[in-house]
């Protein structure tokens, strides 16, 4: 989960793994123009970015209390063997569906877990090198079906693979930055664009007199003004164990919240 805290840290707004990559599905969408060129297969690549984050359902359904802050756990506080766990868990999903998708997640993925390592941490490290390797045999077995699939073959080619991979972390952070505080600016570096190899950086900040309106510089979608919606939950104040917590999902008390994002191009 991914939760936003009040500033007096006595209620909470929550947006789940699975409802954050909705939103990097609808950006997908809508994405390209002639500044930012389009991509291909179009169709698999948007299912990717919907459903990459398709593995973390299951847990979402009874979140981990946190007993620092009285709310859920955000998925950043998991340890790395748990992720791995939760990531194989979506690459394996999202394979039933399209080889496509789970080559993109196997590869966001991938690039995830080689961050955590650079960390450092030696807890799960052996894990960790397991999950790399086994996902590097895993993209050989995709790729070579895919390469006889006309519908998603013009994916395959090293470059298509290197630009889609970076729309992916594109889309995911994006929506992540929005859904984790919006009332703050970002940036986000090296994204596909038809003005050089190299990328751009993608300039967001929030409106002045509107809440959830950003303005994004330069502007990368197909139409404007961009909706981005989803739901999430409203935690009215922090819970006293994980008891209550479960007590509060089961009973259906928690209430739940509809979200909206709108983007715009900055003037």
């Not at 802050?69 to 998991?78: I, Q």
């Not at 394996?92 to 789970?102: E, F, I, K, N, P």
């Not at 594109?170 to 986000?188: C, E, G, H, M, V």
């Not at 994980?242 to 209430?255: C, H, K, W, Y």
């Amino acid at each position: 989960m991914i939760i936003q805290r009040s500033s007096n840290d006595q209620s909470a707004i929550a947006i789940s793994q699975v409802a954050h990559s909705w939103m990097s599905g609808q950006m997908a969408r809508e994405w390209g123009n002639a500044e930012f060129g389009t991509f291909e297969p179009r169709e698999p690549l948007c299912y990717a970015a919907e459903q990459h984050d398709i593995g973390f359902f299951s847990w979402e359904r009874r979140p981990r209390w946190n007993p620092g802050t009285g709310f859920p756990f955000t998925f950043e506080d998991l340890p790395i063997s748990e992720h791995i766990e939760i990531w194989q868990q979506g690459i394996d999903q999202l394979g039933t569906v399209s080889a496509y998708a789970a080559l993109m997640a196997s590869f966001h993925f991938a690039g995830l877990c080689e961050r955590h390592s650079r960390k450092g941490v030696e807890a799960g490290s052996r894990t960790a090198e397991a999950f790399l390797r086994d996902q590097r045999r895993h993209r050989e077995e995709l790729l070579a079906f895919i390469a006889r699939d006309w519908t998603a073959r013009a994916g395959c080619t090293e470059e298509a693979i290197s630009n889609n991979r970076k729309l992916i972390a594109t889309w995911d952070l994006l929506s992540l930055q929005l859904s984790r505080n919006p009332s703050k600016a970002f940036d986000i570096e090296g994204v596909p664009w038809t003005g050089g190899s190299g990328g751009c950086t993608l300039s967001i900040s929030p409106s002045a007199f509107s809440g959830r309106v950003f303005h994004v510089n330069p502007w990368p979608f197909s139409s404007s003004p961009l909706r981005l919606c989803c739901e999430g939950y409203l935690f009215e104040r922090p819970f006293r164990s994980q008891e209550e917590l479960d007590q509060a999902f089961t009973a259906r008390s928690v209430s739940r919240l509809p979200i909206e994002y709108i983007l715009l191009p900055r003037t």
